[in-house]
C-alpha cells in the first residue's frame, strides 16, 4: 500500500512562516500528482495547491502569492511553503498523492494531516 505522512505544522503568528512536508512511500509505481488541501473546524475540505506530474501547479486565490509549492520526485515528497499567514489560515491541512500502485492500481492516498494554526 501507499502511506502519505505530513509534517511541519505548529503555532506562528500571523506574518509568520512555515513549511510543510509531505513524504509518500510503499508500493508506489508512479505519481500522477500531489497536493495540499485544508479544513478549518466546521468548513468543507479545500484545495490549497496541487502539483501534477506534467509539471501544472494550481493555488487557491486565497494563498497565491503567499504559499509556494514545490516537490522533490526523487523522495517523493511534497513542500508547502507558508509566507505572511493569516489567522485565517488556519486549518488542519492535509496531502493527497495520486498514484499508480505497484500492482497498477491508481487512488487517492490521504494522510493524517498536520494542524497549522495562525494567532497572535
Known amino acids: 500500500q501507499v502511506q502519505v505522512v505530513e509534517s511541519g505544522g505548529g503555532l506562528v503568528q500571523p506574518g509568520g512562516s512555515l513549511r510543510l512536508a509531505c513524504a509518500a512511500s510503499?508500493?508506489?509505481?508512479?505519481?500522477?500528482?500531489m497536493g495540499w488541501y485544508r479544513q478549518a473546524p466546521g468548513n468543507d475540505r479545500e484545495l490549497v495547491a496541487i502539483?501534477?506530474?506534467?509539471?501544472?501547479?494550481n493555488y487557491a486565490d486565497s494563498v497565491k502569492d503567499r504559499f509556494t509549492i514545490s516537490r522533490d520526485d526523487a523522495k517523493k515528497t511534497l513542500y508547502l511553503q507558508m509566507n505572511s499567514l493569516k489567522p485565517e489560515d488556519t486549518a488542519r491541512y492535509y496531502c493527497?498523492?495520486?498514484?499508480?500502485?505497484?500492482?497498477?492500481?491508481?487512488?487517492?492516498?490521504w494522510g493524517q494531516g498536520t494542524q497549522v494554526t495562525v494567532s497572535s
Open positions: 502539483n501534477t506530474s506534467g509539471g501544472s501547479t
Open positions: 510503499g508500493s508506489i509505481f508512479s505519481i500522477k500528482s
Open positions: 493527497s498523492v495520486v498514484a499508480t500502485t505497484t500492482a497498477r492500481s491508481t487512488s487517492s492516498f
